[in-house]
């Protein structure tokens, strides 16, 4: 069964700072990943997806790799702001045939401190 | 306005009292889906639907009902609520189920006394 952690669940920066935030699966036979970000009493929003066949996804600041053998991804956040204070949530879609059964990590709230 | 919307933001109810969760979409997408999500957890899908008529569970369904008469309504109906039903639900929609992305409501924050 696929499981999707997200280490650590909190994490405090200075404004400014680089900053990685990781995310593990444990079947690498996914499909996609996505990663979101959920502001609080808001929905989630979709930041970046990453088919399986590509190695990173970059939009502006945000930069995603995926390394489908070590069932790793990152999410690089690049010179934070404290607009970027959110719960950041990674999750894989397992097959094709299934792609829309996401399974979820727990997310990382991350508090940019000015 | 454009988008997706959850009705009511908040709910509290008791114990034993059916509670229906609204979702609508403007955007005529195929696939719509409901989630809870709980402290400490990722999301959990509960149901979801390809298409209108079309429903499916998904890994926690028990206790739930949904129903689609309309592509853009989703409604999800708690027929007896629980305490363990005490949780945030999202609504989702997106244009097909081919790995494309999923576009989130603001969630209902339920509580069930």
């Known amino acids: 069964k696929q499981e999707v952690t997200q280490i650590p669940a909190a994490l405090s920066v200075p404004e400014g700072e680089n900053l990685v935030l990781n995310c593990s699966f444990t079947?690498?036979?996914?499909?996609?990943l996505q990663w979101f970000r959920q502001d609080p009493g808001k929905g989630l929003t979709s930041l970046l997806l990453?088919?399986?066949s590509q190695r990173e996804q970059t939009s502006g600041r945000l930069n995603a790799s995926l390394d489908k053998s070590s069932g790793r991804s990152t999410l690089y956040i690049a010179a934070s702001q404290p607009g970027d204070s959110a719960t950041y949530l990674c999750?894989?879609?397992?097959?094709?045939?299934?792609?829309?059964?996401?399974?979820w990590g727990a997310g990382t709230k991350l508090i940019i401190k000015p | 306005d454009a988008g997706i919307t959850q009705s009511p933001r908040y709910k509290i109810t008791e114990t034993g009292r059916q509670v229906t969760l609204m979702c609508h979409q403007t955007?005529?997408?195929?696939?719509m889906f409901w989630y809870r999500q709980d402290l400490g957890h990722g999301l959990r899908l509960i149901y979801y639907s390809a298409a209108a008529d079309i429903t499916d569970k998904g890994e926690v369904p028990d206790g739930y009902v949904v129903s689609r008469s309309k592509t853009e309504n989703f409604p999800l109906t708690l027929e007896s609520a629980t305490r363990s039903q005490t949780s945030v639900y999202f609504c989702?929609?997106?244009?097909?189920?081919?790995?494309?992305?999923?576009?989130f409501g603001a969630g209902t924050r339920l509580s069930v006394l």
């Open positions: 955007w005529s997408h195929s696939y």
């Open positions: 989702a929609s997106s244009e097909s189920g081919d790995g494309n992305i999923q576009y």
């Open positions: 990453i088919q399986s």
């Open positions: 079947d690498s036979a996914i499909y996609n």
């Open positions: 999750a894989v879609s397992p097959t094709r045939d299934s792609n829309y059964q996401l399974i």
